[in-house]
């Protein structure tokens, strides 16, 4: 009977919760089918600032409303975007970019070089605690050829460039001279891309509308909603209530919208990994025996299987769904050799089934965030199979924003990108990213050699060596174990056409690089 009370409690709380984040008026709050010039995405990150300089990956407003030199294709090769064309030296250190002439910001203003140098120089002005400065580290110079055309001087070669190039761009002529940190720009944005900024109510939702001059055509929709809704379970309500359009869903749901006829699930495949961080500022993890001893406890097949429920494979290393991946595969199931590990690193069992050294018991917190429920089921699997072999970690599902990342036990970390590899190896295991996004702080100096070298190398082949060789010393030295990566379901009304399947990013980013042809 108290089993049954709280299934319907939950239940209630649902839709109590669905109905409160409505929040795009009262027609959607009644579960009305939204309009039809109108897209309703349910997305799980609200951007804290609209701004290309401040922004990572998840942000969705920034890629809807802001362009690049670049963007990337179906097959996620950077084509041309707010450039038409370019050209490299033959030391691969220069790199000249013609710029389209009949590109205009949502203000009217045009578009010019001048806005291309101002956003590489605000990205790497320190004062400005970009989240991106790392990308323009290797630009010894920009300069300005012709208000349409611009030319940048590398340091040393540095292969990712244009992919990086396909940053968004800021208007120079909106904030030259402003503390950009504190714009009011931020939360009112002006780009070149397909949509303009029209309203934001903070927890809720952003509207945009079409930018009917965008340069490569008016989107097919008149307007677009992001709805903030970072609880999959209210995603997957919302869609069977017709109050969104579509969303990324987690396999949990998938089952029971897949069987719903109003819904269409398109599965694809990402570069998005789930990892249990240790942080190396912890006395705990400082013996690297320790750390490979728990990557052999964990039976990472049983979370394909039981959590993902086969939306999914099994992860080695960072950089597995990438042109410069080698199979390293060096942690298979071994609960035995782990126990051995843990032996050689000084530990014992005592009477009470767990392990012991210098008095203290193997016992940790597991982090992650409770608002996702494939990394609490994650973290309570891992807490079930390190007690299988005798050491306590604690799950310990916390409020996004309520904790530092870099101050956890561990934490249940995601990363992954489809990009160049520097994308998410450099600025995640470089010790000069500590403080930044190498939450576990890191450092091993030969990850850093290799890392370095194959950031400023040319050839394929030279970088692919190099990242095997760093992938192998990951192997030796981990920071992380990691467990698995993510397929997605993108799940949609029948009515809405035009969404295009391909290797998606980190939460599935990127899974509306097609907007533009998207309609209902």
């Not at 030199?69 to 038409?84: C, G, K, S, W, Y």
């Not at 509207?207 to 997957?236: E, H």
């Not at 010393?473 to 920071?479: F, K, R, T, V, W």
Request: proline share 5%; charged share 25%.
């Amino acid at each position: 009977m108290v089993e049954g009370k709280k299934i319907v409690f939950i239940v209630l709380a649902i839709v109590i919760a669905a109905i409160l984040m409505g929040g795009c008026g009262q027609q959607q709050a009644k579960g009305s089918r939204t309009d039809k010039d109108t897209i309703v995405l349910g997305i799980e990150n609200e951007s804290e600032k609209i701004n290309p300089i401040f922004a990572d990956e998840h942000d969705d407003a920034v890629y809807l409303i802001f362009s690049g030199l670049v963007r990337f294709n179906e097959q996620n090769e950077p084509v041309p975007d707010l450039a038409t064309s370019w050209t490299v030296s033959a030391d691969r250190l220069i790199y000249t970019f013609a710029l389209r002439k009949d590109v205009k910001w949502h203000d009217g203003n045009p578009f010019t070089a001048n806005d291309v140098k101002f956003t590489i120089e605000q990205s790497l002005d320190p004062k400005n605690n970009s989240k991106i400065q790392e990308r323009f580290e290797e630009i010894k110079e920009v300069q300005i050829i012709n208000p349409y055309t611009v030319k940048i001087v590398l340091k040393h070669p540095f292969p990712r460039l244009l992919d990086v190039m396909a940053t968004g761009v800021i208007p120079k002529h909106l904030l030259a001279g402003k503390d950009i940190n504190n714009a009011r720009f931020n939360m009112a944005p002006i780009g070149t891309g397909p949509f303009k900024y029209s309203k934001w109510e903070k927890g809720q939702y952003l509207i945009l509308t079409a930018n009917k001059d965008f340069y490569r055509g008016s989107p097919k929709s008149a307007k677009v909603i992001l709805k903030f809704l970072p609880d999959q379970n209210i995603r997957a309500f919302q869609l069977e209530t017709g109050e969104i359009d579509v969303a990324l869903i987690d396999p949990m749901q998938v089952q029971r919208l897949a069987n719903n006829p109003k819904l269409t699930v398109q599965r694809m495949k990402t570069a998005d990994y789930r990892v249990m961080m240790y942080n190396l500022a912890k006395p705990l993890w400082q013996d690297s025996k320790v750390r490979q001893a728990l990557n052999y406890a964990v039976d990472k097949e049983a979370l394909v299987k039981g959590i993902l429920l086969g939306w999914g494979k099994v992860a080695d290393g960072p950089l597995q769904m990438n042109w410069a991946n080698v199979p390293i595969n060096k942690y298979k199931y071994d609960p035995e050799k782990a126990k051995q590990l843990l032996s050689q690193a000084g530990w014992h069992i005592e009477t009470d089934g767990f392990w012991y050294k210098d008095g203290n018991k193997f016992s940790f917190k597991l982090t992650t965030f409770a608002h996702d429920p494939v990394r609490v089921a994650i973290v309570s699997a891992l807490s079930t199979q390190f007690k299988n072999i005798g050491i306590e970690a604690i799950p310990d599902p916390r409020q996004k924003g309520s904790f530092k990342i870099n101050e956890m036990d561990t934490f249940l970390l995601g990363w992954g990108s489809p990009y160049d590899p520097d994308e998410d190896t450099y600025r995640l295991f470089h010790s000069s990213q500590i403080g930044k996004l190498n939450f576990q702080n890191y450092s091993n100096a030969k990850v850093d050699d290799y890392l370095l070298k194959a950031r400023k190398t040319g050839k394929r082949n030279e970088r692919r060596q190099l990242y095997n060789e760093f992938q192998q010393e990951l192997s030796n030295d981990p920071p992380f174990n990691f467990l698995v990566y993510l397929d997605v379901a993108v799940v949609a009304k029948q009515e809405l056409k035009g969404i295009k399947s391909k290797i998606l990013g980190h939460h599935g980013a990127g899974f509306i690089w097609n907007i533009e042809e998207w309609s209902k």
